[in-house]
């Protein structure tokens, strides 16, 4: 801070009183915001040593987004999308997510993380909160293609291990967590990789705190939607995985799917008279 010039440390004062909007302001807005001009705000960046200020706007965004509480996500989300069209906004920016997550992704990592779920002794399913949602939907189709498919729903940590204890080499683990990042699942998957077991993570950033015990890493965007991040680009590489899994195992999945038209028609299960 002493190095800083005058406009320098008005900048420097305010992000540290409002970080979690600072994030989420523009070069231009903040510059307006502090009272100095926005190459001043762009050589403060570079002062930080960033290459400029969208790389310091992106270290900032990532280093907060665990420390929000929900109502600071609303204050910010309010900001961020102000008095415009609400729904244009927000499928603008989730179509940007999955913009970036596919320029963004390790191919290898995908292709190898498929390759373990079509030779897996036993594949385990996990995540928790917001997440569980995206877990169960991979887990309910996976089912369509494998018997040996668990879903780990818990409401304790110790009934989590008790569900994975047995997990082992030869065994798949597909964790999911976004933040705030759950420590039921950053325990799960410490526990799985301590059993040699193969771990899929699908996480946000290489800083997750599951990412280090990944095999497979697979990132997806997921920045702020409200009080809960935008998951639309993670159901997109799960999507993928079902495709590609499927793909590998097309004989089976057909015959599978066969027999069940069969069981759905005899109990009627499907309303045919409007399809």
């Not at 979690?20 to 001043?40: H, I, M, N, Q, W």
Request: hydrophobic share 40%; net charge neutral.
């Amino acid at each position: 801070m002493k190095s800083f010039s005058k406009g320098q440390k008005r900048i420097a004062e305010y992000i540290l009183a409002h970080y979690d909007k600072a994030a989420y302001l523009t070069a231009s807005r903040l510059s307006t915001l502090v009272g100095v001009s926005e190459s001043t705000v762009v050589r403060f960046a570079i002062e930080l040593g960033f290459d400029g200020y969208p790389e310091f706007q992106h270290s900032l965004k990532e280093l907060i987004r665990t420390r929000l509480t929900s109502f600071q996500r609303m204050e910010v989300t309010n900001q961020i999308i102000g008095d415009g069209n609400v729904l244009e906004k927000v499928l603008s920016s989730d179509a940007e997510r999955i913009r970036r997550t596919l320029e963004g992704i390790d191919s290898h990592s995908f292709e190898e993380a498929v390759r373990q779920i079509v030779s897996a002794k036993a594949i385990y399913i996990l995540g928790a909160r917001s997440s569980s949602y995206l877990a169960g939907f991979l887990s309910h189709s996976l089912g369509m293609v494998f018997d040996q498919v668990r879903l780990l729903q818990s409401t304790s940590g110790s009934e989590m291990f008790e569900k994975i204890l047995r997990i082992g080499q030869g065994d798949v683990l597909i964790a999911i967590s976004f933040p705030r990042y759950s420590k039921r699942v950053i325990h799960a998957v410490e526990y799985a990789r301590s059993r040699h077991a193969n771990v899929v993570a699908l996480t946000d950033s290489t800083q997750s705190p599951i990412a280090g015990y990944a095999d497979q890493l697979l990132i997806a965007q997921s920045d702020m939607a409200s009080f809960v991040d935008s998951l639309v680009a993670p159901l997109s590489i799960i999507n993928a995985l079902i495709v590609a899994v499927s793909r590998q195992r097309s004989e089976e999945v057909t015959e599978r799917l066969r027999e069940l038209e069969e069981v759905w028609d005899h109990y009627d299960v499907y309303d045919k008279k409007n399809t």
